[in-house]
């Protein structure tokens, strides 16, 4: 088992910045991959994105790519979130999931932390 713990949520004005952490535990050596993913209200949990937890490369969904950046602390079993230029639709509730396998199907996953973006 790989217990998540997020934190770094909060409120923000549009344009502005919050970094996001994922403290892993458990069976980390177990760990292939990591991502992060949000739920707005009334929407399906979406993909944001995703690393690879021993090369470090990334993957990015479009609505993000060039204002958010993943990465990973290995001796800290911690994944962050850097997100700048956060606009209103992205508020949601962000989720840090961990899998050992190349899917997320049957992940681990955290309980969530709250982002709000006011316009």
């Known amino acids: 088992q790989v217990q998540l713990v997020e934190s770094g949520g909060g409120l923000v004005q549009a344009g502005g910045s919050l970094r996001l952490s994922c403290l892993a535990s458990?069976?980390?050596?177990?760990?292939?991959?990591m991502g992060w993913f949000r739920q707005a209200p009334g929407k399906e949990r979406e993909f944001v994105a995703r690393?690879?937890?021993?090369?470090?490369?990334?993957d990015y969904a479009n609505s993000v790519k060039g204002r958010f950046t993943i990465s990973r602390d290995n001796a800290k079993n911690t994944m962050y979130l850097q997100m700048n230029g956060l606009k209103p639709e992205d508020t949601a509730v962000y989720y840090c999931?961990?899998?050992?396998?190349?899917?997320?199907?049957?992940?681990?996953w955290g309980q969530g932390t709250q982002v709000t973006v006011s316009a």
């Open positions: 458990g069976r980390t050596f177990s760990i292939n991959i």
């Open positions: 999931a961990a899998t050992p396998t190349q899917q997320f199907v049957n992940a681990y």
């Open positions: 690393t690879f937890w021993s090369s470090g490369s990334t």
